[in-house]
């Protein structure tokens, strides 16, 4: 940072402000101007102290890699214009000559990698290559696709605002961990456009064209950077579409007839395009999934001497690389991606922060276990289709998070896409337990009653 960042960034800022001020005066409801603008002004303080973390604390490929090799790009672009053809061509074809730091040599194998760079490149255009003022678009970025997903539940279960809000704008972790040039960054964003535009389009069928742009964008974006978000979401997500259009149904025989067969063509659509694009999913192909998450593995056990292997853990479980394996590893990952690290295992303060929020979901989850009883818990997750989506998204996420992260530092990051899924589906449930023993509380008092009263006659 310099001082063109001091005198950017706050330009850039009022600017920045100014926009998201207009698109929350277009709102009439007063909650969703008030949560707008308080997650608006927490982003921003969350992205200045990403800032100050990655350029003091602890540089990490934000700083070093994204920001650095992005930034390089678009000074060589400015010295000679045939450069310009790097932003349109895949990494792996970059002349790794030019690059700003021999450190960083071999990254660009990864598209995801490059995509970052690239996207820190275009922006430079504007920012004029200052760390500072990228980070702060790229926050806006999030926040414009963490705002459409707290509006597609805002508008499932407007009563429940206050944890809504909780779980999606105010949950410090996923927060700041979607505040800086990182992939998880442009995750987020998508994961959240993804899940508006798909609802627009399948369920409210309204902007057809502006959704599918929409759709297509930042699907094709998630899909390059991590393509197994789309592969753990959206069979879900249209499921719970498919089952919610079904709600308007009366007749039930119908219902009855229509649920297995659309289930059935859902699950079979996305086979098809699963084994369509076998070859360009690459490690996450389905013969390759389990190979990739053990060769994974070992990676981080052989990172021994690194300055990142004092985070390293282990699950304590060995996984042989079989899909059998993995379904038996599965419950020690769901809990490894939730609910570590422990406090004891926390070696820098973002794993501190984290702890303490895996602890509070540890407690919050036996808490709603216990409240409505394990198999009543099953039960509400089946019953319902957007608490299915949300539980059953989180689950087979956190399971290949949890199988391939053996590093609390980069786990704390790869698993906060799943993190406000995972909350929202244990506030539904606790919402809908509640309801159940209020109903059979009144019924019990209601026959009590008509018993005490004495008989006309």
């Known amino acids: 940072m310099g001082y063109g960042d001091l005198i950017l960034f706050p330009l850039f800022l009022i600017i920045l402000s100014l926009f998201f001020r207009a698109r929350r005066n277009t709102y009439t409801d007063p909650l969703l101007k008030k949560y707008h603008r308080q997650g608006f002004w927490l982003k921003i303080f969350s992205c200045i102290a990403f800032i100050i973390y990655n350029v003091y604390l602890y540089p990490a490929d934000s700083i070093g890699l994204y920001q650095k090799e992005g930034a390089n790009i678009y000074h060589l672009i400015l ?79 407007p009563r429940l605002h206050k944890r809504l809000a909780l779980a999606i704008l105010f949950f410090p972790t996923f927060v700041f961990w979607s505040s800086g040039i990182l992939k998880d960054t442009l995750c987020i964003a998508s994961l959240g456009w993804i899940t508006y535009s798909l609802y627009e389009i399948l369920y409210r069928k309204k902007n057809f064209l502006k959704n599918i742009i929409i759709l297509f964008v930042f699907g094709y974006l998630l899909a390059v950077i991590k393509v197994y978000i789309v592969i753990s979401f959206v069979p879900f997500f249209i499921l719970f579409i498919v089952l919610k259009n079904m709600q308007g ?53 052989n990172m021994d001497g690194n300055e990142t292997a004092d985070s390293n853990f282990d699950l304590g479980v060995e996984f042989d690389g079989t899909f ?40 919050l989850t036996l808490f709603i276990i216990l409240k409505a009883g394990l198999i009543n818990f099953i039960k509400l997750v089946l019953s319902d289709p957007l608490i299915m989506c949300c539980f059953l998204f989180s689950i087979v996420f956190a399971t290949f998070v949890g199988a391939s992260t053996l590093n609390f530092g980069t786990l704390v990051r790869y698993k906060i896409p799943c993190l406000p899924f995972y909350i929202i589906s244990l506030f539904l449930i606790y919402e809908k337990a509640t309801e159940k023993s209020l109903k059979k509380s009144i019924s019990i008092a209601n026959s009590q009653m008509s018993i005490l009263q004495p008989s006309g006659g």
Not at 337 to 359: D, N, Y
């Open 324 to 363: 059998s394996g993995l379904v038996k590893l599965a419950p020690v990952a769901v809990f490894t991606t939730f609910f570590r690290p422990f406090i004891w295992e926390s070696h820098k303060i973002s794993q501190m922060m984290a702890s303490v929020e895996s602890t509070f979901l540890l407690l």
């Open 249 to 301: 149904i009366r007749n039930k025989f119908l219902k009855y007839l229509l649920a297995p067969f659309l289930i059935l063509s859902c699950m079979l659509s996305f086979t098809y395009f699963f084994n369509s694009f076998d070859n360009e999913l690459g490690a996450y192909a389905v013969e390759d999934l389990t190979s990739s998450i053990q060769h994974l593995n070992g990676a981080f056990k």
């Open 79 to 157: 010295h000679n214009s045939n450069h310009l053809n790097w932003l349109f061509q895949k990494g792996k074809y970059f002349d790794e000559s030019f690059l700003k730091d021999r450190f960083n040599s071999g990254y660009f194998r990864s598209e995801a990698n490059f995509m970052v760079a690239r996207i820190v490149a275009l922006l430079s255009f504007i920012t004029l290559g200052r760390y500072a003022v990228t980070s702060l678009i790229f926050a806006c970025i999030a926040f414009s696709g963490i705002w459409k997903l707290f509006l597609f539940f805002y508008e499932q279960y």
